[in-house]
């Protein structure tokens, strides 16, 4: 990709990278946050935020399993980055789609990943700029899917998916 959009938005992964993936084709925002932020229709670059908390990954885990979509480990997601760029081809306030949820979404289409690029992040559409580094991975991110953290996952069952019991609560209303 030769000519990167100069606006982004942020979002928290693994929804970033199941939109540049291809498997999430709604990021859900309120109404407020589209205003505020002067979303609107086209091309922008999408920013893995550097933040993660372990049942925000935990429930979007879930929820990507549930699609049938296999996330990745939340050590390999990069963090505090740009990742790809998308085309937002629409703001929507209802849908039959699973992936919305709230009272406003941005239609997504035509992901198109690219080698990471450390960057700031910021609310809303922003203009991006390359600096810092890409987030460390937290202590519990190194430690998720072992059944005993001071074991590490590929000594028992390294192929066994990830199970849930029971679904995850919501990190958020």
């Known amino acids: 990709m030769s000519e990167l959009p100069r606006l982004a938005l942020s979002v928290r992964q693994p929804s970033a990278w199941a939109i540049i993936a291809g498997h999430k084709p709604i990021e859900n925002r309120t109404m407020a946050s589209v205003r505020a932020g002067r979303m609107g229709v086209g091309r922008i670059c999408l920013h893995a935020a550097a933040g993660l908390k372990e049942d925000e990954f935990r429930y979007l885990y879930w929820r990507l399993q549930k699609h049938g979509v296999q996330c990745p480990h939340p050590s390999d997601l990069p963090r505090g980055a740009i990742i790809g760029t998308v085309d937002v081809t ?3 306030t209802q849908s039959d ?7 406003a979404g941005l239609t997504l289409a ?11 992040g910021a609310l809303g559409y922003f203009e991006w700029h390359p600096g ?5 991975p937290a202590k519990w991110m190194t430690k ?4 005993d953290p001071a074991t590490p996952s590929d000594d028992l069952f390294p ?11 919501k990190p958020w209303t």
Do not use: C, M
Not at 97 to 103: A, D, L, P, R, Y
Not at 110 to 120: D, H, K, L, Q, Y
């Open 90 to 92: 629409g703001i929507i």
């Open 97 to 103: 789609s699973e992936w919305f949820g709230g009272q």
């Open 110 to 120: 035509n992901p198109e990943p690219i080698e990471p690029i450390p960057a700031p």
């Open 132 to 136: 810092g580094s890409l987030a460390e």
């Open 144 to 147: 998720w899917g072992t059944a």
């Open 159 to 169: 192929d066994a998916p990830i199970a849930f019991a029971t679904p995850p609560k």
